[in-house]
């Protein structure tokens, strides 16, 4: 069966009133009318994450009524733009597996568009909706803020759940006091995790100043966590002033831990928008180059699919300003683009 409708089309067909949620660089709400134009081709997807959409929508059971999640990623072309012969498969598979439109909502099954989100995706994501609908945070809530308090230790961390820090972390203007306060004391994993459900929300002074202050005493290690740093960096990712961000970066990036993957993909997975800045921007083509050439492929080609980036990095490459190690680099980051173009042309 082929299908001329659109994604949209056939969740407004069987009146699911979705939501549109991208999952791949931080956690945002698309507005339906953004998604719309995206679905046409006529607009890129705006967070695209390892050359695809990562998208979640939220709608209404065709048949119960009850409140569905799917989890669909869909591949974009060097533009940004849907693949629409991908969503067009998609539809296919979901109304020829079901049977009629009203009962295509069922479990994805083993549709090859679907995708399963990480635990702490999933938790940022139901906090987040909750939160927008008004509704009370989980049960494990209340316990996370105790525990964030310190009253029973910080080293009593084993206990706290995943889904209490997540409703923390959504509703971080409340308790941007607690959190700041806390994050100086943390342990090595609930900080990380903290600091994975911060990376979705934009965050004022006190939290990026306390985030900041624990990247500064990590870099300063005798032995520097290259996880720990990469975390504090996806904390503060999304936080205000975006100088601070900037300066966060360069401090990581003029570390010795400057050209280890982890601090690098953290930077062009979470805080991309830093690299609009061409000084921060230049030293990290740099310590890319640094890091092998396996890693600078993978996050050069992932950038490139940034809209804005694409074109500051474009002009970057092609300057002659750049130093030996990135010239060499991006040539061999062009021979390997090339011959795999040449490969599939040819199979």
């Known amino acids: 069966m082929t299908t001329t409708l659109t994604l949209t089309d056939f969740l407004d067909q069987i009146d699911a009133q979705p939501h549109f949620f991208s999952l791949g660089r931080r956690i945002i709400e698309i507005p339906r009318e953004r998604f719309m134009a995206f679905e046409n081709a ?4 705006p967070q695209p994450f390892q050359q695809a959409a990562w998208l979640g929508i939220l709608f209404n059971d065709a048949q119960s009524g009850e409140p ?4 669909l990623r869909f591949p974009l072309d060097e533009q940004g733009l849907l693949v629409q012969a991908a969503r067009d498969e998609f ?34 994501l139901h906090a987040r909706i909750a939160h927008a ?3 009370a945070p989980s049960p494990h809530h209340a316990h996370a803020q105790e525990y964030f308090r310190g009253g029973q230790g910080f080293e009593q961390w084993q206990f706290v759940g ?3 820090i997540a409703d923390l972390a959504v509703r971080h203007e409340e308790h941007a006091g607690l959190l700041a306060n806390a994050i100086p004391q943390l342990p090595t994993e609930p900080f990380n995790v903290l600091c994975g459900c911060l990376e979705n929300e934009t965050l004022g002074d006190e939290l ?10 990590a870099l300063g290690a005798d032995t520097p966590d290259p996880v720990l740093i990469a975390a504090a960096l996806r904390g503060l990712s999304n936080g ?7 300066a966060a970066c360069g401090a990581a990036l003029d570390s010795a831990s400057g050209s280890h993957p982890e601090v690098l993909a953290a930077i062009a997975g979470r805080a991309w928008e830093a690299l609009y800045d061409d000084a921060l921007r230049a030293r990290f083509l740099q310590r890319l180059a640094e890091s092998g050439q396996r890693a600078f492929d993978s996050i050069l080609a992932d950038l490139l699919f940034l809209p804005v980036l694409r074109n500051l990095l474009l002009a970057d490459i092609r300057g002659s300003q750049q130093p030996q190690a990135v010239r060499e680099a991006v040539t061999a980051f062009i021979q390997r683009f090339t011959q795999g173009v040449t490969r599939g042309g040819e199979s």
Do not use: C, Y
């Open 42 to 45: 006529a607009e890129p997807w």
């Open 68 to 71: 569905h999640l799917w989890f």
């Open 91 to 124: 539809l296919r598979r979901i109304l020829d597996s079901a049977g009629q439109p009203d009962s295509a909502t069922e479990n994805l099954g083993d549709n090859p568009f679907g995708f399963k989100p990480n635990e702490a995706q999933m938790a940022s």
């Open 133 to 135: 609908q008004g509704r």
């Open 162 to 164: 995943l889904q209490g």
């Open 208 to 217: 990026v100043d306390s985030i900041a202050q624990r990247l500064q005493t």
């Open 240 to 246: 205000r002033p975006r100088e601070k961000v900037i």
